[in-house]
């Protein structure tokens, strides 16, 4: 899968992208990462400016049409074909794991970094696909939202984790993951639980279940109404709220 990202400040970006797992899917040929400086397409041959101000007056300045238009038609020029255009703005659907699924079947994406204000309306409705946020809070760019995207999204791609860990992890099947430990058996007087020791795989399982539930309904339990529960789960569920409720009316 290939990411092309439109930006002010490349070297963030292949900075982020070049380290740890992405870098290793990287050298791997599973994934590239692309940054391509918008002010290269500036306009303006003396001073490379991008932005200007707002018609109407306002504060801050705006990313031009131009520039990014012209930007945008040279990086589709080498890619071969017009890919989906993911513009990161505060204004976009809140990202999460399905989108992350979805974005991963794709064989080219491309990023559009806003910066100051944002970006001329005008170009975001003649070249972009999909406006998508990382969350309910305004950040300066759109640099650490696209590396956030394109790390969530590179572990759905096919050999880039090892195994099977995405299926096991948080929100896969709508539930967050179960707590997990690792040597020593005991850490400052906090012992692994016993479960986990006694090698009998369909109990560590069923732990493992029930931890998942409890834990998502503990502190997501939104998720809850979207996760795929069995018989079991739904008694075991039913089980905690009944426990939960009690606890409260003691507490009164
Ligand atoms: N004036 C804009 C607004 O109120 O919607 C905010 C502009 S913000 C200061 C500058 C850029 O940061 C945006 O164009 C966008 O690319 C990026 N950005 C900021 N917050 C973001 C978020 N929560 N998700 C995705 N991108 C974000």
């Known amino acids: 899968m290939n990411f092309h990202v439109m930006t002010l400040f490349p070297e963030l970006i292949q900075g982020a992208a070049s380290q740890s797992i992405l870098g290793r899917a990287e050298n791997k040929g599973i994934i590239s990462v692309e940054a391509v400086n918008i002010?290269?397409?500036?306009t303006d041959m003396k001073h490379h400016h991008v932005d200007d101000y707002p018609y109407g007056g306002g504060a801050g300045m705006l990313m031009q049409a131009e520039p990014i238009y012209r930007c945008y038609e040279d990086l589709t020029e080498k890619i071969g074909h017009r890919a989906r255009v993911v513009y990161l703005t505060p204004q976009g659907r809140v990202f999460d794991q399905q989108m992350a699924r979805e974005f991963a079947e794709e064989e080219d994406l491309v990023f559009l970094c806003g910066h100051y204000e944002g970006v001329d309306e005008r170009v975001i409705e003649m070249i972009v696909t999909d406006c998508v946020s990382i969350g309910d809070y305004v950040l300066t760019g759109g640099e650490l939202p696209s590396l956030v995207m394109i790390d969530a999204i590179s572990r759905m791609v096919p050999g880039v984790l090892s195994g099977d860990s995405a299926e096991i992890e948080s929100f896969h099947d709508n539930l967050l993951e179960y707590p997990q430990y690792t040597r020593p058996e005991e850490f400052m007087g906090r012992k692994v639980p016993?479960?986990?020791?006694?090698g009998h795989?369909?109990?560590?399982?069923?732990?493992?279940?029930?931890?998942r539930i409890e834990r998502t309904l503990e502190v997501r339990p939104d998720l809850l109404c979207k996760a795929n529960l069995s018989k079991n789960d739904l008694k075991y569920l039913r089980k905690l709220k009944e426990e939960k409720k009690k606890e409260e009316e003691n507490n009164e």
């Open 39 to 42: 002010r290269d397409y500036s």
């Open 194 to 198: 016993e479960i986990l020791l006694s």
């Open 201 to 211: 795989h369909a109990n560590i399982e069923k732990w493992r279940r029930e931890k």
